[in-house]
C-alpha cells in the first residue's frame, strides 16, 4: 500500500470507496499528487470550512473573490475546487490517518454537485460576505433553476402586436394599446426552485429583462468536527446575551410565583420580605431603625418634602414605599366609621 505525498511514481491504495477509476500500478500524475498534498496542508493548516455552491459562477467572479481573499485588507481564506472524487478519497485518507481527524468524513459526505471548499481561521461570517457579495445579473436560461420568483408586472410591454403569440402560449392576458401589447394584471412567471419553461424564457428575453443574479453561496459549514447551517453565522453575542437574560426572566419570574427561593429570584424575595416588615413595624409597636424612619415620614411628611431629587440608599425608597402602604392602609377605615355614625343617627 503506497500513499500520496512521496515521489511522483506514488499510487493510490486500492480500497473500497476509492476513485472508481484507481487500478493497482497505475501511475498517477505530478499534478494530481500536488493537488492531494495541498489538500492534506489546507486540512491540517486550517479549523474553519466553508462548502460553497458555484452553479453558474463565470471564471471571472471566481477571480475577484479569489483576489480578494488573498490580497484583500480583510479575512485570509483559500479557495480549492476540483473533482469530488478526488476530493473526497483525500479527504477520507487524511480522516483515517489519525483517529483525531475522524470528523472530517463528514467533510466528505458534502462534497456533492457543483461545491468548492474555502478553507480559513478567521471570522467565517466576514469570509462568507467577501464570497457571496460579488453577484452577476443574467438572464432567464430554459432548463436552469429559478434562483428566485419573477413576476410581470401590469401595463405596457413595449412589443410589437405580432409578438402576442407568446404571451398566449403562457394564458397571458394583453390587449392592444397604442401599437403595442399591454399586459392586463400581474402573472408570476417563474418560481424559485423550480425549472424556466422555454417560453418564460424566450419571452423575458425579447422583453430584455435580466431577473436573476448569480454568485458564490455558502450552503454549509464545518467547524471543529461539526456541520453548521449558514444561517447561525448571523447570531451575534448580543442575540445569545438576549436570550439568556430572557431565559433568567422567565426562571425568575417562575420562582418568585411559586415562593422557591433561587439565585437570580433571591434579590426581589428580600426586598418584597423587607417591605413587609416595615408595613408590619408601622401597623404595630414594633420599631427599628427603619422603622422609626418610616413612621417618621408618616408623622412629618412635609420634612421629607424636598428630599426625592437625589439618589438615596435602598432602605429608605423601600421604607417610603412601606409607609406609602400603611398610611393608605390607615385612611381606609374612615368611610366605615361614616356609615356607621350615619346608621347611629337614623335610629337615634
Known amino acids: 500500500r503506497v500513499f500520496l505525498g512521496g515521489s511522483p511514481r506514488a499510487h493510490f491504495p486500492c480500497q473500497k ?8 500500478g497505475r501511475v498517477y500524475s505530478q499534478r494530481k499528487l500536488d493537488f ?26 471566481m477571480h475577484v473573490v479569489r483576489a480578494e481573499l488573498r490580497n484583500g485588507s480583510g479575512p485570509k481564506a483559500q479557495i480549492l475546487m476540483g473533482k469530488n472524487t478526488m476530493i473526497k478519497f483525500i479527504i477520507r485518507r487524511f480522516a483515517a490517518s489519525d483517529p483525531a481527524y475522524a470528523p472530517f468524513n463528514k467533510l466528505a459526505d458534502l462534497c456533492t454537485l457543483n461545491v468548492g471548499l474555502v478553507f480559513t481561521n478567521d471570522d467565517p461570517k466576514d469570509v462568507r460576505n467577501i464570497v457571496e457579495k460579488n453577484k452577476v445579473t443574467a438572464g432567464a436560461k ?23 403569440g407568446f404571451f398566449q402560449a403562457l394564458g397571458i392576458a394583453t390587449k392592444i394599446t397604442k401599437g403595442s401589447i399591454e399586459i392586463i394584471s400581474r402573472v408570476q412567471l417563474c418560481t424559485a426552485g423550480l425549472k424556466v419553461g422555454s417560453s418564460e424564457a424566450v419571452l423575458l428575453t425579447k422583453m430584455g429583462m435580466k431577473p436573476f443574479e448569480y454568485g458564490l453561496k455558502v450552503v454549509s459549514v464545518f467547524q471543529e468536527g ?11 453575542d448580543a442575540d445569545i446575551v438576549s436570550l439568556f437574560l430572557r431565559a433568567v426572566s422567565n426562571v425568575s419570574s417562575a420562582a418568585l410565583s411559586f415562593g422557591y427561593p433561587i439565585l437570580p429570584a433571591i434579590p426581589h424575595q428580600l426586598v418584597a420580605g423587607y417591605r413587609n416588615i416595615i408595613a408590619l413595624a ?3 409597636d414594633i420599631s427599628f431603625k427603619a422603622a422609626e424612619e418610616a413612621k417618621d415620614m408618616i408623622a412629618n411628611p412635609e420634612k421629607y418634602a424636598g428630599s426625592g431629587g437625589g439618589g438615596g440608599g435602598g432602605a429608605a425608597p423601600a421604607a417610603a414605599a412601606a409607609a406609602g402602604g400603611a398610611a393608605a392602609a390607615a385612611k381606609a377605615p374612615e368611610p366605615e366609621e361614616e356609615e356607621e355614625e350615619m346608621a347611629f343617627d337614623l335610629f337615634d
Not at 470507496?17 to 493497482?24: A, I, T
Not at 492531494?36 to 467572479?61: C, H, P, T, W
Not at 461539526?226 to 447570531?235: G, H, T
Open 36 to 61: 492531494a498534498e495541498r489538500l492534506e496542508g489546507l486540512l491540517k493548516d486550517y479549523a474553519k470550512v466553508l462548502i460553497i455552491s458555484a452553479d453558474n459562477v463565470g471564471s471571472q467572479q
Open 226 to 236: 461539526s456541520v453548521l447551517d449558514p444561517k447561525v453565522l448571523d447570531i451575534t
Open 142 to 164: 430554459a432548463g436552469a433553476l429559478a434562483p428566485k420568483d419573477v413576476a410581470l408586472e401590469a401595463g405596457p410591454t413595449g412589443l410589437e402586436p405580432t409578438q402576442t
Open 17 to 24: 470507496g476509492s476513485m472508481p477509476e484507481e487500478d493497482v
Open 282 to 284: 408601622i401597623s404595630t
